[in-house]
């Protein structure tokens, strides 16, 4: 049960997905935001990000520092292939058990 | 534009990333705050409006903080994260947090108002150098506690001795008019001696040389600050300008700044030179006296200086001032002027107040502290050092102490003018100030020792338990001693009493407004406006010239269309100004007290008693035949001749005003009124009598108010008296315009905000018996968690829990009252019932049923939930 996913963890797994080599906290933040409308803080990415880092699932590297921002240099991170499988896992997990359920789930939120 | 905005965007970002470089730490905080950096960038280049940015900005450094926080990989800002933690179980538990900040906030808002007051009055040095060393000198008689003003013989006297001073310095008001401008103003002007503001040691805050240029006998000034900056939008080059005062040239020397205006309440000060002051006026008592002792002079030595010249006195002007003697006072001690024993009510009353505030939250803290110590012994078990768990329940009260410092203050800031207002002194520099460091330091250090007297026992008793055994027992497990019960219940029954004396003294001040409110006063103030004057000396110099210029100015308002009658009067029937005059009674023997008397006396145009409807008793009103050739008449009110003429007649009786050397013939008394509440408006109406303004000379015979009764709109009335005084002579000084009814709310204002401050008080009384109870049976209800579910067990219903939980502090509930009533009934007693009417037995009994009722209120939700307790949880949890 080691690579169990919470859903912002997931969240931040896809988002890794999509930005392959730009994704650094801000840029993560922002396609959160669009995707999804969630606000997430950039401490939480931060930590959450180390935590899947403790995992192996993902990577984290250094960049350059940019100029504008008092020095202060980006982190990096990319998806690992433990990363990846273990969101493959908890994604088919969650689709499995969805299968045929999606009308049901409307009515019962409505109702 | 656009370097302005982004001039405006890197400085909005700089405080939000200083605020978040100190919350977030540690060896990540690079990274994110580089991230929070992109976010507002990236915020800014989408078009998001700067002030939304920011306001996502924050959000982000929060959220992020908290993380963070929660996250302990690195280590964040502790204190933040306890503040954090703490705040939200104080959020959680507001029936722990609710009553202790209520209990706390009255308690630092009390106390530091009564501070502000003392400090302003007695702890805050004299605004003067060496303040301590100046001694007001005055007379005082044997057969009166009054203290009175120096007659100019005496400060001659004074003046003469060597070695005793290093300046003397002398006042008197004087009523003063600035003209030469459009509209004359009328002044609170003081004459005083050329050293005044040298014994002071007083620096003005422009100019000086009062004194030399004084002493040359030059009408010279000094203007008070506020005068200065609102007549002559301060002027920085007033000094050596020409003002008229009194239509006569004066030239001003200086400025003396508000701080150290003496009295506090002038406007302007004219030198008065004793040579100047004529001889019939030698020995009228009317000076305020100021001396700075020489370097090593006691006061012992002071009072003995003045028992020899109050014996030269004597033997000088033999007969002259019967039994007097001369007392020094400091200048502290001259403008308290006994209110001081109001302070120390206050700071008793507040002193008792604070230790049952605090004794209050200490309760609660013991009871929220019971509920907590598995939790407490958990993080013990762990390891948690005692310092930390200390700390961790001390972050609760540095919580809800700064709360409470902050609504305290905000609360002294209102309450603390309004007491210092109540105690009616008006001295130099004795303003209260809440919101400097002295008052904010007081409020910071109560609340500090607030906490610390509250917090540190439960805590220290927290952390010393065995920790196997709580932890096996779940907590609830220990008892309180019998000590601690019966202290519990002591701190009920003295909030209880507290109560009542507070609600009964409340109900008793609020009567008592409400009976003045709607009591007969002796006249019709309604539809009377009142407009004061005053002939300036330069244009009507001789006694015929000012008493004409009344005369015709009565006339002329008097003829006015839609006027129901007119008059004049010295002094208005009610205000603070009125005039005692020393009275001799013919056909008393000069040894019966009554030769010497004082009464209130009114100098009148005709006109003036029909014109407030004073009704007339028995013989005649005053009429144009009254003049100064006439024989001299006067008229009494009813008490006056009651008072004197018991039983008889008194039209046709005489009495006359007594000084020491001027003679004042006989007055036939023609007429006799009813009495009038001219004594403030709370007191016993004193006596009074009433002389004709053409048959009476005084000091204040050139000032008039002229009073008329109309149903028009008063404030046309007023604009039309206005320019009809304009048309006698355009140079008069029109100073207060106002409605008779409202000058007698006014005057009921002191006693109105006496009442309210009462009030007040009674209401914190009220709700920290209300928490207090509280605290203490939720804590009973805690204690006996485990009896109380055997109960259930054994098939007790609910409502039979709440009664006994109810019932266990009946006792000291009932015990407080009745010590309260008792209390309550001897202040009742003690009290002068021209203060405070005796409190009726309705007004007792309604104060103790209150208080049951609020003290068994107060006990029902803790008895409510025992009530619902879960029998088989509490038994486990409470009987192993």
Not at chain 2, 138 to 149: L, P
Not at chain 2, 185 to 214: H, K, Q, S
Request: with cysteine; net charge positive; glycine share 8%.
């Amino acid at each position: 049960m080691n690579d169990y996913l919470g859903e912002f963890e997931q969240i931040l797994l896809f988002a890794l997905l999509e930005l392959g080599d730009e994704a650094y906290g801000g840029a993560i933040r922002q396609a959160i935001e669009e995707r999804t409308g969630r606000v997430a803080s950039s401490g939480a990415i931060y930590t959450a990000m180390a935590r899947l880092a403790d995992r192996r699932f993902v990577s984290a590297r250094i960049g350059q520092p940019v100029p504008g921002r008092a020095g202060r240099p980006r982190k990096y991170y990319s998806l690992e292939p433990a990363g990846a499988r273990a969101l493959r896992r908890s994604y088919a997990t969650i689709q499995a058990m969805a299968g045929g359920l999606a009308g049901k789930l409307d009515d019962a939120a409505e109702g | 534009m656009m370097p302005r905005k982004a001039e405006s965007r890197s400085s909005c970002g700089r405080g939000l990333r200083r605020l978040a470089a100190w919350l977030i730490r540690g060896d990540a905080a690079r990274f994110i705050l580089a991230d929070l950096d992109d976010a507002l960038a990236g915020d800014l280049e989408r078009g998001v409006p700067p002030w939304r940015a920011r306001l996502r900005m924050s959000a982000n450094i929060f959220a992020s903080a908290l993380s963070v926080a929660r996250s302990w990989q690195w280590s964040p800002a502790p204190l933040f994260v306890e503040l954090v933690q703490s705040s939200r179980t104080l959020a959680r538990d507001l029936a722990f947090s609710l009553p202790a900040l209520i209990s706390m906030t009255l308690t630092i808002g009390a106390t530091t108002a009564v501070f502000g007051v003392v400090d302003a009055v007695v702890l805050r040095p004299l605004p003067y150098p060496d303040g301590e060393r100046i001694r007001s000198v005055h007379v005082s008689y044997a057969a009166r506690a009054q203290q009175f003003g120096l007659s100019a013989a005496r400060v001659a006297a004074l003046a003469a001795e060597e070695g005793l001073f290093t300046s003397l310095g002398w006042n008197r008001d004087a009523a003063m008019t600035l003209t030469g401008r459009d509209e004359p103003l009328d002044l609170n002007g003081y004459r005083i001696g050329p050293d005044m503001f040298v014994t002071l040691g007083a620096e003005p805050l422009l100019g000086g040389g009062f004194a030399e240029r004084a002493r040359r006998g030059e009408r010279v000034a000094y203007l008070h600050e506020g005068l200065w900056r609102q007549e002559f939008g301060a002027d920085p080059t007033i000094v050596g300008q020409r003002i008229q005062v009194d239509d006569l040239p004066t030239t001003v020397v200086g400025v003396i700044s508000a701080k150290q205006a003496f009295p506090a309440d002038a406007d302007i000060w004219l030198p008065l030179l004793l040579e100047s002051i004529p001889d019939n006026e030698l020995h009228s008592g009317n000076m305020t006296v100021l001396v700075r002792l020489a370097p090593g002079v006691t006061d012992a030595e002071l009072a003995r200086r003045l028992d020899r010249i109050t014996e030269n006195i004597h033997t000088q002007y033999p007969g002259s001032y019967p039994d007097s003697a001369m007392r020094a006072i400091t200048l502290r001690e001259l403008v308290v002027d006994g209110a001081d024993e109001l302070l120390v009510v206050l700071l008793g009353a507040v002193t008792l107040l604070f230790v049952l505030g605090s004794a209050n939250v200490a309760n609660l803290v013991l009871v929220r502290n019971r509920r907590q110590r598995v939790m407490v012994a958990t993080r013990a078990a762990l390891g948690g050092s005692r310092a930390m768990i200390v700390r961790w329940l001390m972050t609760e009260l540095v919580i809800l102490g700064g709360l409470a410092a902050i609504g305290g203050t905000l609360l002294a800031a209102n309450l603390a003018p309004a007491l210092l207002r109540l105690t009616q002194i008006v001295g130099p520099g004795m303003d209260v100030r809440v919101m400097d460091p002295r008052t904010l330091g007081f409020a910071i250090l109560v609340t500090l020792l607030g906490s610390l007297a509250v917090a540190i026992l439960p805590a220290l008793a927290a952390t010393r338990m065995d920790l196997s055994s709580v932890l096996r027992s779940g907590g609830l497990r220990a008892s309180a001693g019998r000590r601690a019960r019966r202290s519990q219940g002591l701190l009920i029954a003295g909030q209880a009493a507290l109560g009542v004396v507070l609600i009964v003294i409340a109900t008793q001040t609020l009567g008592e407004l409400q009976r003045l409110r709607t009591r007969d006063e002796g006249f019709r103030a309604q539809g009377v406006l009142s407009v004061q004057t005053r002939a300036p000396e330069s244009r009507y110099a001789a006694r015929v010239q000012f008493e004409q210029l009344f005369r015709t100015l009565r006339e002329a308002v008097a003829e006015m269309p839609g006027i129901d009658a007119a008059g004049g009067t010295s002094h208005l029937p009610i205000g603070q100004a009125r005039a005692s005059f020393s009275i001799s009674i013919e056909d008393l023997p000069p040894d019966d007290p009554n030769h010497m008397e004082a009464a209130h006396g009114y100098v009148v145009l005709p006109g003036y008693l029909e014109t407030v409807q004073v009704p007339l008793v028995a013989g005649r009103l005053f009429d144009d035949s009254d003049t100064p050739d006439a024989e001299p008449v006067a008229m009494v009110s009813r008490s006056f001749a009651e008072h004197y003429w018991p039983g008889e007649s008194v039209l046709g009786k005489r009495l006359k005003r007594r000084t020491y050397t001027s003679p004042f013939p006989w007055i036939t008394i023609v007429g006799v009124v009813e009495d009038v509440h001219n004594d403030g408006i709370e007191g016993a109406p004193k006596q009074a009598f009433y002389m004709p303004h053409g048959q009476t000379a005084t000091s204040f015979s050139r000032r008039m108010f002229f009073v008329v009764r109309s149903k028009r709109p008063l404030d046309q009335i007023a604009a039309e008296v206005r320019s009809r005084i304009a048309d006698v002579d355009p140079d008069l000084p029109i100073a207060e315009i106002a409605e008779l009814d409202q000058v007698l709310r006014d005057s009921r204002a002191t006693r109105r905000l006496a009442s309210v401050m009462i009030a007040v008080f009674a209401a914190v009384g009220l709700t920290l018996l209300a928490t207090g109870t509280y605290g203490v049976v939720a804590f009973a209800v805690a204690q006996r968690r485990g009896e109380l579910g055997l109960r259930c067990a054994l098939g007790a219903e609910g409502s039979s829990i709440v009664r006994l939980v109810l019932r266990a502090n009946l006792g000291y509930l009932a015990a407080g009252t009745v010590l309260g009533l008792a209390v309550a009934a001897a202040i009742s007693r003690a009290v002068d019932p021209g203060v405070l009417p005796p409190a009726a037995p309705a007004q007792f009994a309604i104060a103790g049923a209150l208080l049951i009722v609020v003290g068994l209120a107060s006990s029902l939700p803790p008895a409510l939930r025992a009530s619902r307790l879960d029998p088989v949880s509490s038994l486990r949890s409470g009987l192993r």
